[in-house]
């Protein structure tokens, strides 16, 4: 399995990146999968229905699962951030690539998503872990640099890139334990 971060201030671009990394990943055979650090609370559930219910009443896990999708809720009983590799090891074996969205202060190998007209600073200089940079302004880097630029806007680009590099991106699952 292969891993690669996307990190980035929000608004950046990169939900929109690794939404159109997905099919093109999957045009070339391979399976994906998504981590993606989410802020504060978030549901995935509707109020009402039967996992919600389940989770309101007390369960430690709900799995749903039907013939085409399974979906775990875990809640924590006190604050816990699980780390992008405890998170990595609930995923499915088989998997090609795993893009993890978000995460931006991980040990992961990762690719900045940087735009200009946002106004937020580059994290390229002081994060060693960052490999790339995925950008629709290359001139306008705040610091030069050698890193790999990646055309925000060019997804198949990016993805020959990723493949090309692959071995880069090996994940190891045992140096993070």
């Given at each position: 399995?292969?891993?690669?971060?996307?990190?980035?201030?929000?608004?950046?671009?990169?939900?929109?990146?690794?939404?159109?990394?997905?099919?093109?990943?999957?045009?070339?055979?391979?399976?994906?999968?998504?981590?993606?650090?989410?802020?504060?609370?978030?549901?995935?559930?509707?109020?009402?229905?039967?996992?919600?219910?389940?989770?309101?009443?007390?369960?430690?896990?709900?799995?749903?699962?039907?013939?085409?999708?399974?979906?775990?809720?875990?809640?924590?009983?006190?604050?816990?951030?699980?780390?992008?590799?405890?998170?990595?090891?609930?995923?499915?074996?088989?998997?090609?690539?795993?893009?993890?969205?978000?995460?931006?202060?991980?040990?992961?190998?990762?690719?900045?998503?940087?735009?200009a007209q946002s106004g937020k600073p580059a994290r390229y200089a002081d994060d060693h872990f960052i490999t790339a940079?995925?950008?629709?302004s290359p001139g306008q880097l705040p610091i030069p640099t050698g890193l790999q630029l990646l055309d925000l806007n060019a997804p198949d680009a990016v993805v020959d890139?990723?493949?090309?590099?692959?071995?880069?991106?090996?994940?190891?699952?045992?140096?993070?334990?």
């Open positions: 399995m292969k891993v690669v971060g996307f990190a980035g201030f929000s608004g950046s671009g990169k939900t929109t990146l690794v939404e159109r990394l997905i099919p093109a990943l999957r045009l070339k055979g391979l399976r994906v999968s998504v981590v993606k650090h989410a802020h504060h609370r978030f549901d995935i559930d509707q109020e009402g229905k039967d996992t919600f219910r389940h989770r309101e009443a007390g369960a430690f896990e709900v799995v749903v699962a039907s013939d085409r999708r399974l979906a775990l809720m875990r809640e924590f009983e006190v604050p816990k951030r699980p780390t992008v590799h405890q998170l990595i090891a609930e995923l499915y074996e088989g998997v090609d690539w795993v893009l993890v969205e978000g995460f931006k202060d991980s040990d992961l190998l990762k690719i900045e998503v940087w735009r940079i995925a950008t629709d890139w990723l493949l090309s590099q692959g071995a880069r991106f090996d994940y190891n699952s045992e140096s993070y334990q």
